[in-house]
């Protein structure tokens, strides 16, 4: 079992910026693939952007080169860096953790951005 927990949402101006972070415990030796997802309301659940174990990236159309991810293996900690922040930016973020074995996946419980005057 893999526990996250997410924090650093909050309510932040347009062009603002904030950063999440995303801390896995239990089994986190067996992770590989961690990131970031977000459900805004009245919508499907998207992927925001992704990172592997050994540091290849991945991200949506939508952020790219607006956020940043990465992540520290040796604290099983993954981070989002979020700037130019827009409105349509406002969702619950989920961080998820990937095992390489068997691909199970985990979710954190989500954490708020708004993004609004």
């Known amino acids: 079992q893999v526990q996250l927990v997410e924090s650093g949402g909050g309510l932040v101006q347009p062009g603002g910026s904030l950063r999440l972070s995303c801390i896995a415990s239990?089994?986190?030796?067996?992770?590989?693939?961690m990131g970031w997802y977000r459900q805004a309301p009245g919508k499907e659940r998207e992927l925001v952007a992704s990172?592997?174990?050994?540091?290849?990236?991945n991200y949506a159309d939508f952020v790219k080169g607006r956020f940043t991810i990465s992540r520290i293996n040796a604290e099983n900690t993954v981070y989002l860096e979020m700037n130019s922040l827009k409105p349509e930016d406002t969702a619950v973020y989920y961080c998820?953790?990937?095992?390489?074995?068997?691909?199970?996946?985990?979710w954190g419980k989500g954490t708020l951005v708004t993004v609004s005057l």
């Open positions: 998820y953790a990937r095992t390489a074995l068997y691909g199970i996946t985990y």
């Open positions: 990172i592997t174990s050994g540091g290849s990236t």
């Open positions: 239990g089994s986190a030796l067996s992770i590989n693939a």
